[in-house]
């Protein structure tokens, strides 16, 4: 299943740094993003894109993850010509990693 499938996402940015965050649709669901959702596994899904550390955060009580991803707007808005330059789009590309995953919905 596709992590848009249980969750959705925002980004922001300052600088050369995106901030994705990750909340469960239901807060059930939030163990799942614990467990597959990794500061490993975004950082390998953005490969070429995100040049430094990925740092996770975690907020139980919204049933959020947030991904800090750093070296990762090819220098920041001011200073890249990329289409993207804010990384609105980082969203939606996380929310079409795979997780695995037994639901009984």
Known sequence: MKLREIAHSRTGDKGNISNISVIAYHADDYALLRETVTAERVKAHFAG???????RYELPGIAALNFVLKDAL?????????LDAHG?????RLL???IAAERGD
């Open 49 to 55: 894109i995100v040049h430094g550390e990925v740092v």
């Open 74 to 82: 090819g220098g920041g808005v001011t200073r890249s010509l990329a």
């Open 88 to 92: 609105k789009s980082l969203s939606s």
């Open 96 to 98: 079409d990693l795979d």
